[in-house]
């Protein structure tokens, strides 16, 4: 996902925000303060000086005691999260061969700090992987055997061989 003119710089914290209300909203129309603090377990306190921040770059539209609902702007900035923790969760599982909770902590904890440039990268890498002739799905499933086993399966290097012995 590239820049937009409506791109904002929000924290690590009012993303993790963005995001909830998001899903929330997503779910019940609304979202309310309550919900994010359960979301997030947080208190009360702490959503409501969230609240008044994103409110502030007009991205909910909050007032106290009210339903909260997101902009369009506020759409465009949770979704611009939601992408970037989706395609590294994707990337550590595909990849990496790493555990899927594993992969979920890992990438609410790097979306806030990874460029969207390397997002892209990363998701152009797994396409390639899976499209090229010398890797595709056979290359990840032997990284992650390799990953879990902690040693190369001579079936992988059987195939390799009878796949380089074929194009000579």
Do not use: W
């Amino acid at each position: 996902m590239k820049k937009t003119d409506q791109t904002v710089e929000l924290s690590a914290s009012l993303e993790d925000y963005i995001e909830a209300i998001y899903h929330i909203a997503d779910k019940k129309l609304v979202a309310r303060s309550k919900d994010i603090a359960a979301r997030l377990d947080v208190s009360r306190a702490s959503v409501t000086e969230a609240l008044r921040a994103l409110a502030k770059k007009e991205l909910i539209n909050y007032a106290p005691y009210e339903a909260i609902t997101m902009t369009e702007k506020g759409k465009h900035a949770a979704e611009d999260v939601i992408y970037r923790h989706e395609s590294l969760k994707k990337f550590f599982v595909e990849v990496l061969a790493i555990d899927p909770n594993n992969a979920e902590e890992a990438a609410c904890k790097i979306e806030h700090s990874a460029p969207p440039e390397v997002i892209s990268r990363m998701i152009g890498f797994i396409k390639f992987l899976q499209v090229c002739p010398r890797g595709g799905d056979d290359l990840l499933k032997g990284f992650a055997d390799y990953c879990s086993k902690g040693a190369i399966s001579s079936d992988c290097i059987a195939s390799c061989a009878e796949d380089m012995s074929a194009n000579s």
